[in-house]
T-cell receptor, first 112, second 112 residues
Framework: NAGVTQTPKFRVLKTGQSMTLLCAQDMNHEYMYWYRQDPGMGLRLIHYSVGEGTTAKGEVPDGYNVSRLKKQNFLLGLESAAPSQTSVYFC???????????FGSGTRLTVV | DAKTTQPPSMDCAEGRAANLPCNHSTISGNEYVYWYRQIHSQGPQYIIHGLKNNETNEMASLIITEDRKSSTLILPHATLRDTAVYYCIVRVITDSWGKLQFGAGTQVVVTP
């Protein structure tokens, strides 16, 4: 039982490049979330999904797109990376009645 | 959405109890209080949650005041591994999707 797995763990991008972050969970959770965390700050919600085929905007959605084609996977895309997107990205999953959300170990992204 | 207020930092001696306060004066009747912690560079970890009554599990105890405007997380016997940022979160259920809103949290340092 791996829980929530994020790939890659580290990545350096040049400004304007694109990339996709993958989040995979094996707990059959309905809800999945993408957060970003900047140095010294709390987590901010980017996008989330309440089930396969659904997505919704969070607090800071600009510059990101997401897809949930399969229940176990939640993809976060950056079409044209900017230095302001340098951050640590965390994925989480949970269920409506779940008391605790499970977080992945994070992806450290640097945009130069 | 209800917000929380926590002290930015606190120190605790190893083996002693750590009492972490949280104010959530605008909490709604159907909102739970959750506590998570984030050990350096890792994803947040669920600790405990409660609605009205005090709660205890193998990690901590949660004391919620009768008017629900504040709560205290108690780590009964702090260890060096409890050094982390602790987040008090009110679970937003406005659209039943249970998004978590993170503040800045309290940096707890446990010293030998």
């Amino acid at each position: 039982n791996a829980g929530v797995t994020q790939t890659p763990k580290f990545r350096v991008l040049k400004t304007g490049q694109s990339m996709t972050l993958l989040c995979a969970q094996d707990m059959n959770h309905e809800y999945m979330y993408w957060y970003r965390q900047d140095p010294g700050m709390g987590l901010r919600l980017i996008h989330y999904s309440v089930g396969e085929g659904t997505t919704a905007k969070g607090e800071v959605p600009d510059g990101y797109n997401v897809s949930r084609l399969k229940k176990q996977n939640f993809l976060l895309g950056l079409e044209s990376a900017a230095p302001s997107q340098t951050s640590v990205y965390f994925c989480a999953s949970g269920d409506p009645t779940d008391y605790g959300y499970t977080f992945g170990s994070g992806t450290r992204l640097t945009v130069v | 959405d209800a917000k929380t207020t926590q002290p930015p930092s606190m120190d605790c001696a190893e083996g002693r109890a750590a009492n972490l306060p949280c104010n959530h004066s605008t909490i709604s009747g159907n909102e739970y209080v959750y506590w998570y912690r984030q050990i350096h560079s890792q994803g947040p970890q669920y600790i405990i949650h409660g609605l009205k009554n005090n709660e205890t599990n193998e990690m901590a105890s949660l004391i919620i005041t009768e008017d629900r405007k504040s709560s205290t997380l108690i780590l009964p016997h702090a260890t060096l591994r409890d050094t982390a940022v602790y987040y008090c979160i009110v679970r937003v259920i406005t659209d039943s999707w249970g998004k978590l809103q993170f503040g800045a949290g309290t940096q707890v340092v446990v010293t030998p």
